[in-house]
Nanobody, 120 residues
Framework: QVQLVESGGGLVQAGGSLRLSCAAS????????MGWFRQAPGRERELVAG????????YNADSVKGRFTISRDNVKNTLYLQMNSLKPDDTAVYYC?????????????WGQGTQVTVSS
């Protein structure tokens, strides 16, 4: 079992920055990969960024490359998403997720989500 709790969302103007955090508990944090997803109203949930167990390997969706950075602290059991140069299109509920089965791309635990709203 893994419990995930996101924080750090809010309202920001276009061009601004936010840092999301995801505190994990339960299984050993460094034993599973993690990801950030987002879902905007009327749109499908999309993977924004992913990170390997050690943090050595990361993935970013094309829509956020050069603007968002995913990282993790395996001592603090926390996942981060640094979001810079935010755009109104980034408005969504952001979720962190854990891939504990070891199967690539298969996320089986989810946080409750945190709202990010970017005003123009």
């Amino acid at each position: 079992q893994v419990q995930l709790v996101e924080s750090g969302g809010g309202l920001v103007q276009a061009g601004g920055s936010l840092r999301l955090s995801c505190a994990a508990s339960g299984r050993t944090f460094s034993s599973y990969a993690m990801g950030w997803f987002r879902q905007a109203p009327g749109r499908e949930r999309e993977l924004v960024a992913g990170i390997s167990r050690s943090g050595a390997s990361t993935y970013n969706a094309d829509s956020v490359k050069g603007r968002f950075t995913i990282s993790r602290d395996n001592v603090k059991n926390t996942l981060y998403l640094q979001m810079n140069s935010l755009k109104p299109d980034d408005t969504a509920v952001y979720y962190c997720a854990a891939a504990t089965t070891g199967r690539p791309g298969k996320y089986d635990y989810w946080g409750q989500g945190t709202q990010v709203t970017v005003s123009s």
